[in-house]
């Protein structure tokens, strides 16, 4: 059973930072991605960053580049998102999610597993 399991939410102050894990387990995804979703009440979930898991190439939306890192852990299937800078429109369900084949893609119907997700909210 393929399972993602985010970690790391939380409140912070504006212009503060979290950092977000995601462990998975079940299956790898070495010939695929894994990315950061976002969804805010009353909106639609929309692409935070994405990683490719073979040679690591990354991929992020134009509100978060330069404020937020995506990036693979040691451990096998492990994944982070390093936010910095925290804005109170950050605030959001952060949900992890995996697609077994090809690279970073931001529709989210193109992903094959989801985790829970992480509460993140920033306040001002």
């Known amino acids: 059973q393929v399972q993602l399991v985010e970690s790391g939410g939380g409140l912070v102050q504006a212009g503060g930072s979290l950092r977000l894990s995601c462990a998975a387990s079940?299956?790898?995804?070495?010939?695929?991605?894994m990315a950061w979703f976002r969804q805010a009440p009353g909106k639609e979930r929309e692409f935070v960053a994405g990683?490719?898991?073979?040679?690591?190439?990354?991929d992020y939306a134009d509100f978060v580049k330069g404020r937020f890192t995506i990036s693979r852990g040691n451990a096998k299937n492990t994944l982070y998102l390093q936010m910095n800078s925290l804005k109170p429109e950050d605030t959001a369900v952060y949900y992890c999610?995996?697609?077994?084949?090809?690279?970073?893609?931001?529709?989210?119907?193109?992903?094959?597993?989801w985790g829970q997700g992480a509460q993140v909210t920033v306040s001002s």
């Open positions: 079940g299956r790898t995804f070495s010939g695929g991605a």
């Open positions: 990683i490719r898991w073979m040679g690591g190439s990354t």
């Open positions: 999610a995996a697609k077994i084949f090809s690279t970073v893609v931001s529709n989210p119907a193109a992903y094959d597993y």
